[in-house]
Nanobody
Framework: QLQLVESGGGLVQPGGSLRLSCEAS????????IGWFRQAPGKEREGLACISRGGGTQRTADSVKGRFTVSRDNHMAYLQMNILKPEDTGNYYC???????????????????WGKGTLVTVSS
């Protein structure tokens, strides 16, 4: 059974950076488009970024555009987060979507696989 595992969360000061990683256990990421999501306390889960199976398509939500970058290699997916703000605090999830297209990705929460999340806290 494929499972996704996030890592890289933690406490960071405003203006700082973190890089989150997502890896698969029990399988591989290469057939999945990957999305990154955030759920802040008391709020709904929101899509932040996604990347296609081949990596050639990346999309970023307006709320984090210019600060967050999604990438992937053969084994892992990443979310580079810069200029972090207190409102970026929340649980961050990677999710995988089984998709035949090598050039599409989704930030919709209707994904096939979810990790358990990693907590990011932005505070001074």
């Amino acid at each position: 059974q494929l499972q996704l595992v996030e890592s890289g969360g933690g406490l960071v000061q405003p203006g700082g950076s973190l890089r989150l990683s997502c890896e698969a256990s029990g399988g591989t990421l290469d057939r999945l488009a990957i999305g990154w999501f955030r759920q802040a306390p008391g709020k709904e889960r929101e899509g932040l970024a996604c990347i296609s199976r081949g990596g050639g398509t990346q999309r970023t939500a307006d709320s984090v555009k210019g600060r967050f970058t999604v990438s992937r290699d053969n084994h892992m997916a990443y979310l580079q987060m810069n200029i972090l703000k207190p409102e970026d605090t929340g649980n961050y999830y990677c999710a995988g979507l089984r998709i035949s297209s090598g050039s599409a990705c989704s930030m919709n929460t209707r994904m096939d696989y979810w990790g358990k999340g990693t907590l990011v806290t932005v505070s001074s």
